[in-house]
């Protein structure tokens, strides 16, 4: 099983990415995205469950979003209004488990992609 992460870069202040994991197989109950600066731990950043539900960290909520896939092979994540915090690279990660309601640990997930680097910067 693979998730594979596409379209990270570079993006100005203020600007938007949007990325996409692509999963090889469908209906993971829990589908997530990590960030990790060097020296840092992988923490969360939203999450989504089967059901499209989602959460989401306080340094991202409303300017990050998840579109609702209800097949569960994708997982795109909208950035808007994008800030040099945000720079980072960028893991999404997948489980069978229920895990939606609140953000998950990186031990949680079973299945992670290589993860792709956005960096914000003028």
């Known amino acids: 099983v693979q998730l594979l992460e596409s379209g990270g870069g570079l993006a100005e202040p203020g600007g938007s990415l949007r990325l996409s994991c692509a999963a090889s197989?469908?209906?993971?109950?829990?589908m997530a995205w990590f960030r990790q600066t060097p020296g840092k731990e992988r923490l969360a950043i939203a999450a989504?469950?089967?059901?499209?539900?989602?959460v989401y960290d306080n340094s991202v909520e409303g300017r990050f979003t998840i579109p609702k896939d209800y097949t569960k092979s994708t997982l795109d994540l909208q950035m808007n209004y994008l800030k040099p915090e945000d720079t980072a690279m960028y893991y999404c990660a997948a489980d069978d488990r229920p895990g939606w309601d609140v953000l998950r640990p990186e031990g949680f997930y079973q299945v992670w992609g290589q993860g792709i680097q956005v960096t914000v910067s003028a």
């Open positions: 989504q469950g089967r059901d499209g539900k989602t």
């Open positions: 197989r469908v209906n993971w109950n829990t």
